[in-house]
């Protein structure tokens, strides 16, 4: 039976000391990239396979990262995978993945499970979490990343996002200033911390203008297409007057333009309908859907970045980022 490659033999095999090697593997950004590179292509040539129970037994650590998503099924969280990977997969970290169903009490059960396994850090999706939560990884002395909301009082390493209370806020600001509208419904599904945010500014550039803040509809069950064809039909049933839709998520609000353009309601005209992050379709929908750009890939791209150069041995330069939104004007409204 062949021997199996070790770091002992990739180091003969360069002329190299051994600590060179296990710190190319274990900790890239302490090697400079040439010979990193060098490492990697002789690891290659070799079959070397890392041993990840022996080391994570010698280190405590298993060189993994948990990202926890509210729903898998929700596709604003897409991107914020694909940074997170693009990143882990650079510094061959292993990227652990979780859906914790939008309940505080699950991502607690979720977190527990993790600790036991020894994982080296978490990237979380929301700013809300238990007692026991916070108390958790607290003790455990783990390194965890708040991203999506801005928070001016982190609750632990650092937090990235962008203002969701200011964003939502700028586009019903734009419904009531710029299209002049009168009546303007929000429609949402969970309301998880980014939603309740989104659902104040509603209210409250609504009772600054002096207008009604009764048409509040909430979908049961999960946001889709179909829930936001089903939704602007109860909306405009309950509140004919209705002038523009305010919908938390762009997937419902792509469904409800869908279901205006086959019934002939002028979208733009007779009903102004916004949604919320951009999602990749939000642009070719026709009509296009006005909304609001969320950085999302950056968000996690940044945090994996700061996770890993910490548990490399350097401190985060800054523990607040606030990434800029963008208004993007099209023609559902």
Not at 64 to 88: A, M, R, T, W
Not at 112 to 125: M, P, S
Not at 167 to 190: G, Y
Not at 280 to 303: C, H, Q, W, Y
Request: aromatic fraction near 8%; glycine fraction near 4%.
């Amino acid at each position: 039976m062949a021997k199996r490659t070790t770091i002992d033999d990739i180091a003969k095999a360069l002329g190299i000391n051994k600590s060179t090697v296990s710190r190319a593997i274990n900790n890239p950004s302490l090697v400079s990239d040439e010979m990193r590179e060098k490492i990697t292509r002789m690891c290659d040539k070799m079959n070397y396979i890392p041993n990840n129970i022996a080391k994570s037994l010698a280190s405590s650590s298993t060189h993994s990262i948990v990202l926890l998503i509210p729903s898998f099924s929700n596709d604003v969280f897409n991107d914020v995978i694909d940074g997170v990977k693009e990143i882990c997969d650079k510094w061959n970290y292993n990227l652990l993945i979780s859906d914790f169903s939008y309940t505080p009490l699950e991502e607690q059960r979720i977190i527990e499970k993790y600790l036991q396994q020894n994982v080296d850090g978490f990237i979380l999706t929301e700013t809300f979490h238990t007692q026991k939560t916070m108390d958790l990884l607290r003790i455990a002395n783990i390194p965890t990343i708040e991203i999506m909301q801005i928070d001016k009082s982190p609750n632990f390493l650092a937090n990235i996002g962008i203002d969701q209370y200011a964003a939502a806020k700028h586009l019903v600001e734009f419904l009531v200033m710029e299209k002049a509208r009168k009546n303007i419904a929000l429609c949402s599904s969970w309301l998880d911390s980014r939603a309740c945010l989104r659902k104040n500014a509603w209210e409250d550039v609504l009772i600054k203008h002096h207008l009604p803040t009764e048409r509040y509809f909430r979908i049961q069950g999960k946001t889709s297409f179909s829930s936001g064809a089903e939704s602007v039909l109860e909306i405009l049933y309950r509140w004919p007057d209705t002038d523009a839709i305010f919908f938390i998520n762009d997937d419902v609000a792509a469904g409800a333009i869908m279901e205006c353009t086959r019934r002939g309601i002028k979208i733009g005209k007779e009903l102004d309908i916004v949604g919320f992050n951009d999602l990749d379709f939000a642009k070719v929908l026709n009509p296009s859907l006005t909304t609001i750009f969320t950085p999302r890939f950056e968000m996690g791209k940044l945090s994996a970045e700061i996770l890993i150069q910490f548990l490399s041995g350097k401190k985060p330069q800054q523990n607040i980022i606030e990434l800029p939104f963008k208004f993007m004007r099209r023609q559902s409204a």
